[in-house]
Structure formats: C-alpha cells, structure tokens
C-alpha cells in the first residue's frame, strides 16, 4: 500500500550551497551529543502542525547558545507569520505544516523581529511589527552520513522524517518505528549520533522519549537524513 504522507507546499525559495566531497571514509567519531556540553530545553508544540518552527527555533537557539550569541527565539512568530504570511484565519495556521526549506530561506531572506514575543500561538494580526531582524548567514543541504555527522559537531541540524501516529506519544531511549500503511511528515532538530542512530531533539515536551524530549532513531528510520527521499539542512548564524 502506497503511504499517505502529508505534504508541505513545494516553495523554491531556497538557494542553497550544497556541499561535495572528494572521500566516502565515514567519521571516525561514533558518538556525540549536544546535551553533554550545553542545556537543552524541549519545548511542546501542541495540536498544532507546527514542528518544522519548533524545530528551526531549537536549531537557531542552540546555535546561538553555542556561540555565545543572545538571540531571542519568537517560535510562534515562525509558525504564524513566516510560514503563513497573509492568513489570518487561525485554525488554517495551525493545521498547516509549513515546508523546511521555505521557511530557511525565509529567515535568511527577511529575517525576524528579534522584539517579537514569545507568544503560541502568535496572533496574525501582530505580523507586520518593526523593529530589528535577525537574519540566517546561510543554510547548507545535508547529502551524506559523514556530511551530517561532521555538521553536527559544529552545532544542531535539521531534517525530515516520517513518522507514524505511535511517534508522537513514544516513551522511551530508542524510538523503533512500527510497520505502518500511513505515515506522517515530521520536522525535528537533530543534537547528536551514536552507534544506533541519531538523537534526535523533539517538539513534544520534556516528558516525550527519554525524559528530556529526545530519543535516538536509528539509521534509516522513518528516511530520516536520506537525501534521496527526505530533506536536511545545517545552518550558520
């Protein structure tokens, strides 16, 4: 059976830097977890099909804490005023996902208002606010294991997967995906890799995988970081 799989607006915004290699050698390092070195805070984005902001705003405020950066991340402000610009019928907002790529370009592009504020879901009619933009240097394609693994260690990534309905209420260290007719799209920061998989930071809450709203999903799961199938990007500051 063909898999039902949601799919966000195809948005040709992105002009991306895609990285080649001159090896296939793998990283030799076999294991690395941001959580190790900085704090990490899952946030939860509720009922709303909002993953690919709360992603992107994990991404972007573990890079800045990285570098010693103060950026002030309105996540709501992605969701609401980024991915649907013009829309102000809330319930379209929240139950639209909004594709990865478009909204990177979005805010290496146009940026945001670094004085917006954390409201969620952020209210329409406050999109058009002034004030200073924070913009992204740039966003890289991901293509290969080693490209990832080696762009991790540099900061969080971001990437799409498919998960099924289970994935949402999994407790546990290693998420295992279940044989599944209907899947779904899902966006999820990625803080570091082991021997199994890749840990992945998820938008469900601290309470979601293992008890601080991450879990390793092990290679190939769900075409998690699989360039020919599903999309994932580093970012730079």
């Not at 390092?29 to 994990?58: K, M, P, Y």
């Not at 080696?150 to 290693?174: C, N, Q």
């Not at 570091?192 to 309470?207: A, D, P, Q, V």
Request: aromatic fraction near 10%; glycine fraction near 8%; charge should be positive.
């Amino acid at each position: 059976m063909q898999r039902a799989v949601r799919l966000r607006p195809a948005m040709a915004r992105a002009r991306l830097k895609v990285f080649s290699f001159t090896t296939t050698e793998e990283v030799a390092l076999t294991s690395f977890d941001w959580r190790d070195q900085i704090h990490v805070v899952a946030r939860h984005q509720g009922n709303c099909e909002s993953c690919t902001a709360f992603a992107v705003a994990a991404a972007i405020e573990l890079a800045a804490i990285i570098a010693k950066r103060a950026v002030r991340i309105p996540v709501g402000y992605f969701h609401t005023c980024i991915g649907h610009p013009g829309n102000a019928d809330a319930d379209q907002i929240c139950g639209s996902g909004v594709d990865l790529s478009y909204m990177l370009g979005a805010i290496r592009d146009d940026g945001f208002p670094s004085n917006a504020p954390d409201s969620y879901p952020f209210p329409a009619n406050r999109c058009g606010m002034g004030g200073a933009r924070f913009k992204l240097k740039s966003f890289d394609e991901i293509t290969s294991v080693t490209n990832a693994k080696t762009a991790i260690r540099s900061g969080p990534i971001l990437a799409d997967m498919e998960v099924t309905k289970k994935f949402f209420d999994f407790k546990g260290r290693i998420y295992r995906q279940p044989d599944a007719s209907t899947t779904t799209l899902h966006t999820v920061c990625i803080i570091g890799f082991n021997s199994t998989g890749w840990i992945i930071l998820n938008s469900m809450g601290r309470s979601w995988g293992d008890g601080t709203g991450c879990a390793t999903v092990p290679y190939g799961t769900g075409f998690i970081l699989d360039p020919k199938v599903r999309q994932a990007y580093s970012l730079s500051l």
